[in-house]
């Protein structure tokens, strides 16, 4: 019969219990499909690690490691993530004067089509031709009210939209949304 009073006095058997943690977690990580539970699950790896620190006697180590290496990297990756799980659609401007709103059937349709890759749905300005925009503000999409129709430069996006999105609905373009004019023309 196992003494589990005896077991918790050998310190060597709750560490082994716990450092089998670390592997498991880890591979849980590894799988997730969803970043926000890999979030979550590299929050476990670095609090398992921890534990396993301090159970050594190593208490500096641990705490680096529960405030750098959970606690900070876990908000840094998340503020990463977060800001690049974001498609952002300009409306060209025969809309109408608020460039803030696409039609409600557009975008649920948008949204139906993003949803299993985690992605935010943002609308943003459509830049005219005589501005500049940083890659950060652009958008990715481009929603055409007049055909109606998606102009994208991103083939996977353009995937994407015409396997989800009946294109009686809505047609999806693949297109270059800024094109180089000619006398800039990349030579390679």
Same mark, same amino acid.
């Given at each position: 019969?196992?003494?589990?009073?005896?077991?918790?006095?050998?310190?060597?058997?709750?560490?082994?219990?716990?450092?089998?943690?670390? /592997?498991?977690?880890?591979?849980?990580?590894?799988?997730?499909?969803?970043?926000?539970?890999?979030?979550?699950?590299?929050?476990?790896?670095?609090?398992?690690?921890?534990?396993?620190?301090?159970?050594?006697?190593?208490?500096?180590?641990?705490?680096?490691?529960?405030?750098?290496?959970?606690?900070?990297?876990?908000?840094?990756?998340?503020?990463?993530?977060?800001?690049?799980? *974001?498609?952002?659609?300009?409306?060209?401007?025969?809309?109408? +004067?608020?460039?803030?709103?696409? /039609? /409600?059937?557009?975008?649920?349709?948008?949204?139906?089509?993003?949803?299993?890759?985690?992605?935010?749905?943002?609308?943003?300005?459509?830049?005219?031709?005589?501005?500049?925009?940083?890659?950060?503000?652009?958008?990715?999409?481009?929603?055409?009210?007049?055909? +109606?129709?998606?102009?994208?430069?991103?083939?996977?996006?353009?995937?994407?939209?015409?396997? *989800?999105?009946?294109?009686?609905?809505?047609?999806?373009?693949?297109?270059?949304?800024?094109?180089?004019?000619?006398?800039?023309?990349?030579?390679?």
């Amino acid at each position: 019969m196992l003494d589990f009073g005896a077991w918790l006095q050998n310190t060597d058997g709750i560490v082994l219990a716990i450092a089998v943690l670390l /592997p498991v977690s880890a591979s849980l990580v590894v799988v997730q499909r969803n970043p926000y539970q890999a979030l979550v699950m590299r929050g476990i790896l670095g609090a398992v690690a921890a534990l396993v620190y301090a159970l050594l006697g190593a208490a500096d180590v641990a705490l680096t490691e529960a405030l750098v290496g959970t606690m900070l990297s876990i908000t840094l990756y998340a503020v990463a993530v977060r800001s690049s799980l *974001t498609l952002r659609v300009g409306i060209l401007p025969p809309l109408g +004067p608020s460039p803030q709103s696409l /039609p /409600p059937d557009v975008h649920q349709a948008i949204s139906a089509a993003i949803a299993p890759y985690h992605l935010r749905l943002q609308i943003v300005p459509c830049p005219l031709d005589s501005e500049t925009v940083s890659p950060q503000q652009s958008p990715q999409v481009i929603f055409d009210p007049a055909a +109606p129709a998606l102009l994208t430069p991103i083939e996977r996006l353009a995937e994407i939209f015409s396997a *989800t999105i009946p294109s009686s609905q809505l047609k999806v373009v693949l297109t270059p949304i800024n094109p180089i004019p000619s006398s800039q023309e990349v030579v390679r």
